[in-house]
Nanobody, 123 residues
Framework: QVQLVESGGGSVQAGGSLRLSCEASGDTYTTYYMGWFRQAPGKEREAVARISIGGRSTIYADSVKGRFTISRDNAKNTLYLQMNSLKPEDTAMYYC????????WGAGNFDYWGQGTQVTVSS
C-alpha cells in the first residue's frame, strides 16, 4: 500500500494562490492514479481533480476548472495541486488519494488517503 502526506495548506485572501503537495511512500507510486478531494464542514467529500499515472490525462470538477491545476512528478513521488484565483467557497480540508482504477472519480473509488491539509480563503 501507499502512504500519503499532504502539505502546503494555509490561509489566503480571495484571489490568492496556494500550491498543495502530496508526497507518497511505500508502494510503487507510478502504479497509482491520483486525485485531490476536499471536504468543507457539514458537507460531503468531493472530487476536485484527478490525474493519470503518466500525468497526461487530467479531470477537474466544474467548480475549479480554469483555476486549479493538478500535476505529478513521478521522479519525486509527489502530487501537486496549484490553486489560483481562490474563492471563499474553496475553503475546506484538502486530501490527496490514490487508486489503481483507471475510471475512478468519486471518493469511494480511491483506496488510500492522506491526513489532509486545511485551506482557508477569506473574502
Amino acid at each position: 500500500q501507499v502512504q500519503l502526506v499532504e502539505s502546503g495548506g494555509g490561509s489566503v485572501q480571495a484571489g490568492g494562490s496556494l500550491r498543495l503537495s502530496c508526497e507518497a511512500s511505500g508502494d510503487t507510486y507510478t502504479t497509482y492514479y491520483m486525485g485531490w478531494f476536499r471536504q468543507a464542514p457539514g458537507k460531503e467529500r468531493e472530487a476536485v481533480a484527478r490525474i493519470s499515472i503518466g500525468g497526461r490525462s487530467t479531470i477537474y470538477a466544474d467548480s475549479v476548472k480554469g483555476r486549479f491545476t493538478i500535476s505529478r512528478d513521478n521522479a519525486k513521488n509527489t502530487l501537486y495541486l496549484q490553486m489560483n484565483s481562490l474563492k471563499p467557497e474553496d475553503t475546506a480540508m484538502y486530501y490527496c488519494a490514490a487508486t489503481r482504477s483507471a475510471l475512478a472519480w468519486g471518493a469511494g473509488n480511491f483506496d488510500y488517503w492522506g491526513q489532509g491539509t486545511q485551506v482557508t480563503v477569506s473574502s
